[in-house]
């Protein structure tokens, strides 16, 4: 079972994070402006605003095999849609769906995950998970640079899975060769469930849903508000980078997008799993407020080499921004969390549904783009930084991390 949710984390990190590197692709492919190319990333993470507080209460109504069979059903459906049919309003069309899978799924294997390995594990399998789920962020760039490149030639090499590809996929998209590809696994990880016997999931305090007191609760508490939007702020910043860094790379430094953009991409999710490793020692040290403003500081200041520094600096400050990002989620959602004493398990409902600032902020970054040029458009992201930046001033948590004290007291010599 632990397996299984290991592996539903790299599905899901491998539909997820895709969009930065065919970004510059559906520009030429479908002949849209930037804006309209963002509707895209906006469409998928969009859904998470709307199905994360509808999921909870699915997975307690439904339990988490009947909701997880369902999700990976719509991101087959989302994925066989633009494969079949591929063009830019199915791919709207599409990404919402698949969006609305992914967020459901997000919801029902946390609790698994804890009883399914034990909540004396739960810890360590919750890290692991999430350098499972880097990882294919890491890898998924490569796989769409290969497809791309292999399918682009004249008469594509002997492999065969290649060649089924070639059959399947219109030769001016070779891209989209990446839904077929989406709508394996998904179909895969549909017949692993129907197989699997699922463990009674009693969920905690902090996993229930809740009720919809609780939330009008919460609501009214204008920190809630602040949590969000950092949150918000937090996840746009993130889809933000990652979107726009090929098209950039290409536009302003001559950079091809199916090579050196999408690699710049893959060591930005890289970076992104292993500044993990790193925050947690520094979360050992220091005060995470402290982190926080340092990682934020650290993340703007790679923008602005990324953005105004010359092309082989901006190529390595884009993926160095996963860098200094990588511990900002945690932090602010422990430092969210342990802010409030009660309602834990709504208040991650509304933290959750603050991923579709990841719709938003790729869709302002695509209309300021249209108008004055990406580069003014990708230094929006110094107010959303800014904004995560904020919360390490103004956070007032219940309950500040454990750290580890490094002065050594001075004992007098015994006679």
């Known amino acids: 079972m632990v397996s299984i949710v290991f592996l539903t984390f790299f599905v899901m ?147 065969p899975l290649v060649a089924v590809l070639a059959r399947l996929t219109p030769p001016a998209l070779p891209w989209a060769s990446l839904y077929w590809i989406f709508a394996v696994f998904t179909v895969l990880m549909i017949v692993i469930l129907c197989f699997t016997k699922f463990p009674r999931v009693e969920r905690s305090s902090d996993e229930s849903a809740g009720s919809w007191s609780m939330y009008g609760d919460l609501l009214r508490r204008p920190m809630v508000w602040m949590f969000f939007l950092c949150v918000f702020a937090y996840v746009g910043s993130e889809q933000g980078t990652a979107d726009w860094i090929s098209k950039f790379l290409s536009t302003y430094h001559g950079y091809d997008p199916h090579t050196a953009g999408a690699t ?71 430092l969210a969390l342990n802010s409030v004493s009660e309602h834990h398990g709504p208040f991650a409902g509304i933290l959750s549904t603050g991923i579709m600032g990841g719709a938003v902020v790729p869709v302002i970054i695509g209309r300021i783009g249209d108008r004055y040029g990406l580069r003014p458009g990708i230094a929006f992201l110094y107010l959303t930084f800014g904004c995560v930046l904020s919360v390490g001033f103004w956070a007032k948590p219940l309950i500040t991390n454990a750290t580890v004290n490094l002065k050594k007291s001075i004992v007098a010599p015994t006679i």
């Open 264 to 334: 710049a991409v893959a060591w930005f999710w890289g970076l992104l799993t292993a500044g993990c490793f790193i925050g947690m020692g520094l979360l050992k040290l220091f005060d995470s407020r402290k982190v926080l403003i340092g990682t934020a500081i650290g993340a703007l200041l790679c923008l602005t080499a990324a953005l105004f520094g010359p092309r082989n600096v901006s190529i390595v400050a884009f993926s160095a921004i996963g860098l200094f990002a990588s511990v900002m989620w945690p932090i602010l959602v422990s």
């Open 13 to 159: 990190s491998l539909l997820t994070n895709i969009l930065g590197p065919i970004v510059p692709d559906i520009i030429t492919s479908f002949k849209v402006s930037l804006a309209a190319a963002a509707l895209l990333p906006f469409s998928f993470f969009i859904a998470y605003g709307v199905m994360s507080i509808p999921a909870g209460f699915l997975v307690e109504r439904f339990g988490e095999k009947p909701v997880m069979v369902a999700a990976f059903l719509a991101g087959t459906v989302g994925s066989l849609s633009f494969a079949f049919y591929p063009s830019y309003r199915v791919a709207v069309v599409s990404l919402f769906i698949m969006g609305s899978g992914m967020a459901t799924l997000q919801t029902a294997i946390n609790p698994l995950l804890r009883v399914s390995g034990g909540e004396e594990h739960f810890a360590f399998n919750s890290a692991f998970a999430q350098l499972i789920f880097g990882s294919a962020s890491f890898l998924s760039p490569y796989l769409y640079s290969y497809l791309v490149r292999n399918l682009s030639q004249a008469t594509p090499p002997g492999n």
